[in-house]
């Protein structure tokens, strides 16, 4: 019931964004700005960018408004804007391939000491992720970060089904190498023997 | 210890917590939201845009025919497709002297094991596949090498291969004579009718296996599914300078060898179908350049996105390329003779 409420909530203020009543817009920017920033951010590893490309992702969502017939789907809309803006830059070749420095800024070095070891092996990954290609990058942000289906993926990012998936598993074997050259970690070892204890 | 010890769900478990860790971590400055709302408020809205979409919408015709020199920039990109496979690809037939010669050559090169010449019928002409110098160019390029072939309805590797299964590949650094050894003893090999080869040559310090593939293939849609002999690759990577389509065909009179240069500038994508069809005659191939939407590439034609080049092998070592769509018929020639690849290239 809710969820019918809340899409009928939806509804109406898509009807009045497309209308061109720009308050209205500026409150979906407000509730949309802090997540499309972040998928942003998590693909570009570049404040920069990643605020460059949430701001024109939202110019040109306000410029096609009239186009989104489903209002449902405003979420899987923003994002497949901010995806193709950032595919575009990509090809124009504006965005540069995520540098591993800028995920250790995330890591923060200086505090190593005192990250626990769950940190350290999300720190690593985070390496991990920060040196893939953008592609693979973009589609495990929108797996397991957007939790979008396979389905939806291929909505919000015009790549075919069997080129998500090679992508897909592209990257967890490339993830899974590195976190293999890094080295055994505890806390994994643990996790992996809890498993196979069935604990 | 063992130092594999992750499975897929722990992978992604680990992957969806380093995701959420660092979204965390980040925000956007205060000041972006107020500039996106600067910047709203200079627009235009939707409504004069949308209404010159609308109007467009009716005119898409129109707006493919303002784009500039599009067929003529489609029919150039193919017939350098048609040159590159020319001045690329060899084919020596028994009984030429030169043929023997040049191989022998190439072979001196290549390997330091010893290779079974594959047994061929008598009746058939022999062909003896010659390893171009194009195709081992590692020395200067420093680069790796990913393959993998065709046999019936599945992309796998030859039997008793060193190297690994999934999406096949050298390992990451192989030696300049492995790549070599591994490409020729594939091509002897696998010369006799049945196999296709991709070879990608990516430029120095790109690792093949970190990095995502320069091709999309697709395993689920006709006509770049899993069938032998057809599927769909995308050049869209900028890091593979060379990607080359071998193909070998059998006539029946001889064994061709094509092969072709990466003809496409970076930022433009399109794909290639390589597709031999049932009522092809034999040595008959397609060729079929598909344009993705937002590619410049494109023509004005019936369907603007696409070209469709008929190969065909008229007499020994010489074919025509039927381009409908550009009403032009491309007449090329396999050599070996320096002096006409020499004018190819010019």
């Not at chain 1, 920017?29 to 990643?50: C, E, F, K, M, N």
């Not at chain 1, 540069?96 to 990954?125: F, G, H």
């Not at chain 2, 009746?123 to 019936?152: C, Y």
């Not at chain 2, 070998?248 to 290639?272: M, N």
Request: net charge negative.
């Amino acid at each position: 019931m809710n969820e019918q409420r809340e899409q009928l909530v939806l509804g109406r203020s898509i009807r009045l964004c497309q209308e061109g009543n720009r308050d209205e817009f500026k409150a979906i920017v407000d509730a949309y700005s802090q997540r499309l920033y972040r998928i942003a951010w998590l693909i570009t590893r570049d404040h920069g960018l990643a605020e460059d490309a949430t701001q024109e992702s939202f110019i040109r969502a306000w410029q096609q408004i009239r186009s989104l017939s489903e209002p449902w789907k405003l979420t899987a809309w923003l994002t497949r804007i901010l995806i193709n803006y950032l595919k575009n830059q990509r090809r124009r070749n504006t965005v540069p391939t995520a540098k591993i420095e800028a995920a250790v800024n995330v890591a923060d070095p200086a505090r190593a000491d005192q990250q626990t070891l769950a940190a350290e092996t999300a720190s690593e990954m985070s390496l991990v992720i920060a040196g893939l290609p953008a592609d693979q990058r973009t589609v495990l942000v929108l797996r397991y970060f957007e939790e979008l289906s396979l389905e939806e993926i291929v909505e919000a990012t015009g790549w075919r089904l069997g080129t998500v998936k090679s992508r897909i598993h592209r990257a967890l074997r490339h993830a899974r190498r590195q976190m293999e050259r890094l080295g055994p970690n505890p806390l994994l070892q643990s996790r992996v023997e809890e498993e196979a204890t069935g604990g | 210890m063992d130092k594999s010890p992750m499975n897929d769900q722990q992978i992604e478990h680990l992957i969806q917590s380093s995701l959420f860790n660092d979204s965390a971590q980040v925000s956007p400055n205060s000041g972006t939201f107020f500039a996106i709302q600067d910047r709203l408020g200079e627009q235009k809205g939707p409504g004069m845009r949308q209404r010159v979409a609308d109007s467009l919408e009716n005119f898409s015709e129109a707006i493919w025919r303002i784009i500039p020199v599009s067929k003529q920039r489609m029919a150039q990109a193919l017939v350098l497709v048609a040159i590159a496979v020319v001045v690329g690809s060899f084919v020596a037939f028994a009984g030429s002297d030169d043929a023997v010669d040049s191989g022998s050559a190439a072979e001196a090169t290549a390997t330091t094991e010893p290779i079974t010449e594959p047994a061929v019928p008598e009746a058939t002409p022999i062909a003896k596949i010659i390893v171009p110098n194009d195709l081992t160019p590692f020395e200067e390029l420093e680069g790796s090498m990913m393959w993998g072939e065709w046999a019936g309805n599945n992309f796998v590797l030859p039997e008793n291969s060193v190297i690994q299964p999934d999406f096949a590949h050298l390992p990451y650094g192989s030696s300049i004579e492995k790549q070599n050894f591994m490409l020729e003893k594939l091509l002897k090999d696998f010369a006799f009718g049945s196999s296709r080869m991709q070879l990608l040559i990516y430029a120095p310090g790109v690792d093949p296996l970190a990095d995502s593939s320069p091709f999309d293939i697709d395993y689920e849609v006709d006509p770049g599914g899993n069938t032998a002999g057809s599927w769909t690759l995308s050049a869209n990577d900028p890091e593979v300078i060379i990607a080359e389509e071998i193909a070998f065909c059998d006539d029946g009179r001889g064994i061709y060898l094509q092969h072709s240069e990466k003809p496409v500038e970076v930022g433009e994508t399109f794909a290639w179908d390589v597709e031999a069809r049932p009522e092809d005659p034999p040595g008959d191939f397609h060729l079929i350049m598909t344009a993705e939407l937002d590619s410049p590439i494109t023509h004005d034609g019936p369907d603007p996105k696409r070209l469709d080049a008929q190969f065909t092998i008229t007499e020994v070592g010489v074919f025509t390329t039927k381009i409908e769509e550009a009403d032009t018929t491309v007449v090329g020639m396999f050599s070996i003779d320096p002096a006409v690849i020499a004018m190819c290239k010019n």
